[in-house]
């Protein structure tokens, strides 16, 4: 989609192309997996659009599981490691409010 369709690769995930690849960059190593002799892992590419298409629209992982070939168990699984990453590689550019009611 991100070649044949910029803008519509833009909408499904909120996010320009660069931005993408910018923050693939910086966690792709910490959310890698190795491939095994039972079956192949997961590529980060595929992990990150799956949790920035969850964090946009909200979808449920049945219909993850069905727009991306991915396991619903599977990818309830790496959506909270893969946002961990993201926060922590976005530290400097999330401000938390401690604002206490």
């Known amino acids: 989609m991100r070649q044949e ?3 519509g690769y833009k909408n499904h995930l909120r996010m320009l192309p660069e931005k993408f690849d910018e923050l ?3 966690i792709r190593d910490k959310i890698t997996k190795n491939d095994t002799h ?3 892992a997961i590529p980060s590419k595929t992990k990150l659009e ?8 909200g979808d ?3 219909s993850l599981e069905a727009l991306y070939r ?3 168990s599977t990818i309830s699984q790496f959506i909270p490691i893969v946002c961990s990453e993201i926060a ?4 400097d550019f ?7 009611e």
């Not at 922590?88 to 530290?91: F, G």
């Not at 999330?94 to 206490?100: H, L």
Request: charged fraction near 25%.
């Open 5 to 7: 369709d910029p803008d």
């Open 24 to 26: 693939l960059g910086k």
């Open 38 to 40: 039972m079956r192949n």
């Open 50 to 57: 799956i949790t920035l298409r969850f964090l946009a629209t």
């Open 60 to 62: 449920s992982f049945v």
């Open 70 to 72: 991915v396991g619903k």
């Open 88 to 91: 922590t590689a976005l530290r």
């Open 94 to 100: 999330i401000k938390i409010s401690t604002r206490q």
